[in-house]
């Protein structure tokens, strides 16, 4: 059982859950996901199953959007619903106040991840150190904010406007931070009431399966539930090189080869994902000289072991 499934996750569960429910439905170990989401947060998870686990690193720094509902009039512990809430004086602010404020979150920013997070401490998570009364001050960390716009503005209970915002954003944005600071640069304070991922990378919320047809699938069978997986390489958006059949005994057994010709200019550092002439990946690869070298095989045994074998001669 290998591939992407891209899963709509509800609210509720953690991230885990959904990686144990996979797990259990799929009946298959290695199982993985592509970016946390919190309980109370729902939409894109990518979850990989078997050979597509090797490939989840390449997929940590993908770009990320969300649909977030940001409550306006009162500060969060959490900077969240889920916290403790503590109303703040003074007049709401206007949709006008937060479209001109939110000029100064798009680029480049510094942004203070919340107290309440899993980053560590000296070794202890801060959400830990949070949870028992201590003082958690997080250094803040540079993230981009692509797109930040109002999608709608709600006045319906005095003093506590309501903005839904679409954000699109670098890998490891804390949209609670971003609610919290949109707050505090109009002098009304805010706190995260909701949030949507609509996208994580090229996985978006439209091509994502419920975990009903999850559990559908996997009362009908294993082919039911394989129907649901993008290929192991779904979204890898690296330089892809077409390697040559004969080339493929070589790449099983670990060993470099020639870069072919014709071949696009490639990084020198970066990952390079190797194909054969079907367009299936078959490695992972680096640039070492003028060879690529594979940093993880993906064949299977048993074609590798084949792949340009030379047949013995009839006795």
Do not use: N
């Given at each position: 059982?290998d591939?992407?499934?891209?899963v709509?996750?509800p609210?509720?569960p953690?991230?885990?859950d959904?990686?144990g429910l996979?797990r259990?439905?799929?009946?298959t170990?290695?199982?993985?996901?592509?970016?946390t989401?919190?309980?109370?947060?729902s939409?894109v998870?990518?979850?990989?199953?078997?050979?597509?686990t090797?490939?989840?690193?390449y997929?940590?720094?993908d770009r990320k959007?969300y649909?977030?509902?940001?409550?306006f009039?009162?500060t969060?512990?959490?900077?969240d619903?889920?916290?403790?809430?503590?109303?703040?004086a003074?007049?709401?602010p206007?949709?006008?106040?937060?479209?001109a404020a939110?000029?100064?979150?798009?680029?480049?920013?510094?942004?203070?991840?919340?107290a309440?997070?899993a980053i560590?401490?000296a070794g202890?998570?801060?959400?830990?150190?949070?949870?028992?009364?201590e003082?958690?001050e997080?250094?803040?960390r540079?993230?981009?904010?692509?797109?930040i716009?109002i999608?709608?503005?709600?006045e319906?209970?005095?003093?506590?406007?309501?903005?839904?915002?679409?954000?699109?954003c670098s890998?490891?944005t804390?949209?609670?931070?971003?609610?919290?600071?949109?707050?505090?640069?109009v002098g009304?304070?805010?706190?995260?009431g909701a949030?949507?991922?609509?996208?994580s990378?090229?996985?978006?919320?439209v091509e994502?399966?419920?975990?009903?047809a999850v559990?559908a699938a996997?009362e009908a069978?294993?082919d039911?539930?394989a129907?649901?997986?993008?290929?192991?390489?779904?979204?890898?958006?690296?330089p892809?090189?077409?390697?040559a059949?004969g080339?493929?005994g070589?790449i099983?057994?670990?060993q470099?080869?020639?870069?072919p010709?014709?071949?696009?200019v490639?990084?020198?550092d970066?990952?390079i994902r190797l194909?054969?002439e079907?367009g299936?990946?078959v490695?992972i690869?680096?640039?070492?000289g003028t060879?690529?070298a594979p940093?993880?095989v993906?064949?299977?045994?048993?074609?590798?072991?084949?792949?340009g074998a030379?047949?013995?001669?009839?006795a």
């Amino acid at each position: 059982m290998d591939g992407v499934l891209v899963v709509a996750k509800p609210v509720g569960p953690t991230s885990h859950d959904i990686v144990g429910l996979v797990r259990r439905l799929a009946a298959t170990k290695r199982v993985g996901h592509g970016g946390t989401l919190d309980p109370f947060a729902s939409g894109v998870l990518p979850v990989f199953l078997g050979r597509a686990t090797r490939l989840v690193e390449y997929h940590l720094g993908d770009r990320k959007r969300y649909r977030a509902t940001v409550c306006f009039g009162a500060t969060s512990t959490t900077d969240d619903l889920e916290g403790a809430l503590s109303p703040v004086a003074g007049p709401p602010p206007t949709r006008a106040t937060i479209e001109a404020a939110l000029g100064g979150f798009r680029g480049t920013i510094e942004q203070r991840p919340p107290a309440y997070s899993a980053i560590k401490v000296a070794g202890r998570r801060a959400y830990a150190m949070a949870r028992a009364g201590e003082t958690v001050e997080l250094a803040p960390r540079s993230v981009t904010i692509d797109a930040i716009e109002i999608v709608s503005w709600d006045e319906a209970t005095a003093g506590e406007p309501v903005a839904v915002i679409d954000v699109a954003c670098s890998a490891g944005t804390y949209v609670r931070s971003l609610a919290r600071d949109l707050g505090a640069a109009v002098g009304s304070g805010a706190y995260l009431g909701a949030l949507v991922r609509t996208a994580s990378g090229p996985f978006t919320l439209v091509e994502a399966t419920e975990l009903d047809a999850v559990r559908a699938a996997a009362e009908a069978g294993p082919d039911a539930v394989a129907a649901l997986l993008q290929p192991i390489d779904a979204g890898l958006e690296l330089p892809t090189v077409v390697v040559a059949d004969g080339a493929l005994g070589a790449i099983g057994r670990g060993q470099a080869i020639g870069v072919p010709a014709g071949a696009e200019v490639l990084p020198p550092d970066g990952p390079i994902r190797l194909v054969d002439e079907t367009g299936r990946l078959v490695a992972i690869a680096r640039l070492a000289g003028t060879k690529l070298a594979p940093d993880k095989v993906l064949l299977d045994a048993p074609a590798a072991a084949g792949a340009g074998a030379v047949a013995s001669p009839p006795a």
